[in-house]
């Protein structure tokens, strides 16, 4: 019986013991890093987690908020979508109520009506834009946001935007991070 030898690419003999521990100290070693790579993961994650306070706000609490739901009188819902607050590596990103609406009213009567309204809860306009983006802003405390974009036309479409900034991202007023990532 004949036992052949394994060559090399340069006709070498090859010691297959030290092939195979080669193998298994790579394996060995990859699975070390994998593990490390792992481990620093969750410590990323927990510490990211850490950074936002104790709990992050999500889209079905800020629905509990009466200002969720309040809509000029006679508005029907077009459309909504809502986000969580949401702790990411590129950033902290606020919690988010968006409702689309339409209506018989004019512009002014629906700004005027949630001025009073949200005068009488609290909350302060921080900002008045009336060309091309026609809003309103208003803010209560360092966290909250509402604003309202109305566009007219035969029948009016306005846009209520509720949101809550992060907590690491408070300011006074909220404006900078309401809307965006922040962090």
């Given at each position: 019986?004949?036992?052949?030898?394994?060559?090399?690419?340069?006709?070498?003999?090859?010691?297959?013991?030290?092939?195979?521990?080669?193998?298994?100290?790579n394996?060995?070693?990859?699975?070390?890093?994998?593990?490390?790579?792992?481990?620093?993961?969750v410590f990323?994650?927990?510490?990211?987690?850490?950074?936002?306070?104790?709990?992050?706000?999500?889209?079905?609490?800020?629905?509990?908020h009466?200002?969720?739901?309040?809509?000029?009188?006679?508005?029907?819902?077009?459309?909504?979508?809502?986000?969580?607050?949401?702790?990411?590596?590129?950033?902290?990103?606020?919690?988010?109520?968006?409702?689309?609406?339409?209506?018989?009213?004019s512009?002014?009567?629906?700004?005027?009506?949630?001025?009073?309204?949200?005068?009488?809860?609290?909350?302060?306009?921080?900002?008045?834009?009336?060309?091309?983006?026609?809003?309103?802003?208003?803010?209560?405390?360092?966290?909250?946001?509402?604003?309202?974009?109305?566009?007219?036309?035969?029948?009016?479409?306005?846009?209520?935007?509720?949101?809550?900034?992060?907590?690491?991202?408070?300011?006074?007023?909220?404006?900078?991070?309401?809307?965006?990532?922040?962090?």
């Amino acid at each position: 019986m004949r036992v052949s030898t394994a060559r090399g690419e340069d006709g070498q003999p090859i010691d297959i013991d030290l092939v195979l521990n080669r193998s298994r100290s790579n394996r060995q070693l990859i699975q070390s890093l994998r593990r490390r790579a792992l481990a620093v993961g969750v410590f990323l994650f927990t510490l990211g987690v850490a950074a936002c306070g104790d709990q992050l706000v999500t889209a079905k609490a800020l629905e509990a908020h009466a200002e969720a739901h309040l809509y000029y009188p006679g508005s029907t819902v077009v459309s909504t979508s809502r986000s969580d607050e949401r702790s990411a590596i590129t950033g902290q990103y606020p919690a988010e109520l968006n409702t689309v609406l339409r209506t018989t009213g004019s512009s002014e009567e629906i700004y005027a009506w949630y001025s009073q309204q949200l005068g009488h809860r609290g909350w302060q306009v921080a900002e008045v834009v009336t060309v091309n983006g026609n809003y309103q802003l208003y803010t209560r405390g360092d966290r909250d946001v509402f604003q309202i974009g109305v566009v007219s036309g035969v029948e009016t479409t306005y846009t209520l935007r509720l949101s809550v900034v992060p907590a690491p991202c408070a300011t006074t007023p909220p404006t900078s991070a309401a809307f965006a990532k922040c962090g």
